[in-house]
């Protein structure tokens, strides 16, 4: 465990299931002394969390999560220290709001052709704002044992069990899978625009699960301008750990370190649950001398 953890969701994503308010009690219960809420594309979380923030004793950090693309590869940036009321953030979360009501149609689509059964009532009871995400369809595909053969895998016992609806929505509906709608993002470029103009600090969140180790790929993110890697995330194996570590200290880049929790997505994430190695006072004085 850790007292620190750069990466958390809140409702406000379409993935996120508590309250700003609630998800800053759960920090204090897990004995937590620093936290950022980083939803996907939305600094609304940041002001209802920093006054419950407050009277639990906690340090929040201003936090935003921004979907990009660089080369057709899409990626997840942290930004952290920014301005929460900074007017591109509410642009980019509208703009990207309007084109998931016609993408989670598509989606969804695309999951019956291959050959899920799914509730349509049940998938928009479940959906936040109308936004069906494959973790929805997951939740709502697994209620239904007519699937279960196909989605043995994410039934208890099965291999991808431990974080079903996620491990669902990377397996099927993230880029180049089978029920993957596309979104058209903003660039890398804009996002590190977005973030540096709000006062903020880039960071490349769980590198092990977009970039993987393509370290060709990885300089051409950090010439953009991205200062650091979400080194220690629930994402990453031991390995992979390994490998970022010493590819950011070599490149004296700033390390940041994240559970990604949403809640009932990923039950088996928990908040603080990284292993820093021993590192979180190195992270937090390194990235508040950024910010």
């Not at 996120?16 to 009690?25: N, Q, T, V």
């Not at 642009?91 to 695309?110: A, H, P």
């Not at 559970?259 to 820093?276: E, N, Y």
Request: charged share 25%.
């Amino acid at each position: 465990m850790s007292w620190l953890d750069l990466h958390m969701h809140s409702v406000i994503s379409d993935d996120g299931e508590f309250e700003p308010e609630k998800l800053m009690d759960m920090c204090r219960e897990a004995g937590l002394k620093t936290a950022a809420i980083a939803d996907h594309n939305s600094t609304r979380a940041v002001k209802r969390a920093l006054a419950r923030a407050g009277e639990n004793g906690l340090e929040l950090i201003p936090a935003v999560e921004l979907d990009c693309f660089i080369r057709g590869k899409e990626l997840h940036v942290l930004g952290y220290g920014i301005d929460p009321d900074y007017p591109e953030y509410g642009k980019v979360e509208q703009n990207l709001f309007d084109q998931e009501q016609v993408s989670s149609k598509e989606r969804l689509g695309l999951a019956e052709a291959a050959g899920l059964i799914v509730d349509h009532d049940l998938v928009y009871e479940l959906a936040h704002d109308g936004v069906v995400t494959g973790e929805v369809i997951a939740e709502a595909a697994l209620q239904n044992e007519e699937n279960h053969g196909l989605l043995k895998d994410y039934l208890p016992g099965g291999k991808r069990s431990d974080n079903p609806y996620v491990n669902f929505y990377w397996d099927w509906c993230s880029q180049g899978k089978c029920a993957y709608a596309p979104v058209e993002f903003i660039s890398l470029d804009k996002a590190v625009e977005i973030i540096t103009e709000s006062g903020g600090v880039p960071i490349l969140a769980h590198p092990g699960n977009n970039t993987k180790e393509d370290e060709a790929l990885l300089q051409d993110i950090f010439k953009a301008g991205v200062k650091g890697l979400e080194v220690f995330s629930s994402y990453h194996t031991k390995e992979q750990v390994d490998f970022y570590l010493d590819w950011a200290l070599k490149r004296q880049l700033l390390l940041t370190a994240g559970s990604d929790f949403h809640g009932k997505t990923k039950p088996s994430i928990h908040l603080g649950s990284m292993d820093v190695r021993g590192l979180e006072d190195k992270i937090y004085k390194e990235l508040m001398e950024a910010m």
